[in-house]
T-cell receptor, first 111, second 116 residues
């Protein structure tokens, strides 16, 4: 089945630690995206990549980093510089003029 | 800057009845798409319906239809014959294809409850 796989579903970390969220797609889409969702909020764009080895900051990129070494993979690292990292993170992929397909998300809790 | 506004934080509908969720947007682009996404308790984002701005005809997908008023920048979602499984958060979103950044701008969502 084609789709977006995010892992893990739940992630717990201590404050001050970096953590990496995985996102893999087999839809052959060029573009991939990371969104953050907080209670009572819509989705906000963290980073996006339209092609391998290239990525752009979104609206709330501070404290996050990404890489795009392969078309299928777009991991997100939440660094210790992110002041409020506890949130629900959604990865998505899409092609030109096609709507985004989303993964099932990762719930990150930092204590 | 693009904005998407959903003025109804919560809505409720009786099973089998019809409900309309409101959405307005603000863009200066001429080439854009509008979407409604559903997010059930599982939290997966599911595409419900989409509308190309250049099309005058309102999109329809089974029990879901939109009322697209381009001049008013309004994009409401009508759910007919509501079912218990329709209970979810609904997000309106806009995507400008004209710019170099492909970014889906979301509203804050409307929580829909369906009463049996």
């Amino acid at each position: 089945d084609g789709g977006i796989t995010q892992s893990p579903k739940y992630l717990f970390r201590k404050e001050g630690q970096n953590v990496t969220l995985s996102c893999e797609q087999n839809l052959n889409h060029d573009a991939m995206y990371w969104y953050r969702q907080d209670p009572g909020q819509g989705l906000r764009l963290i980073y996006y990549s339209q092609i391998v080895n290239d990525f752009q900051k979104g609206d709330i990129a501070e404290g996050y980093s990404v890489s795009r070494e392969k078309k299928e993979s777009f991991p997100l690292t939440v660094t210790s510089a992110q002041k409020n990292p506890t949130a629900f993170y959604l990865c998505a992929a899409g092609g030109d003029y096609s709507p985004l397909h989303f993964g099932n998300g990762t719930r990150l809790t930092v204590t | 800057a693009q904005t998407v506004t959903q003025s109804q934080p919560e809505m409720s509908v009786q099973e089998a009845e019809t409900v309309t969720l409101s959405c307005t947007y603000d863009t200066s682009e001429s080439d854009y798409y509008l979407f409604w996404y559903k997010q059930p308790p599982s939290r997966q984002m599911i595409l419900v319906i989409r509308q190309e701005a250049y099309k005058q005809q309102n999109a329809t997908e089974n029990r879901f239809s939109v009322n697209f008023q381009k001049a008013a920048k309004s994009f409401s979602l009508k759910i007919s014959d509501s079912q218990l499984g329709d209970a979810a958060m609904y997000f309106c979103a806009e995507w400008n294809y004209g710019g170099s950044q492909g970014n889906l701008i979301f509203g804050k969502g409307t929580k829909l409850s369906v009463k049996p």
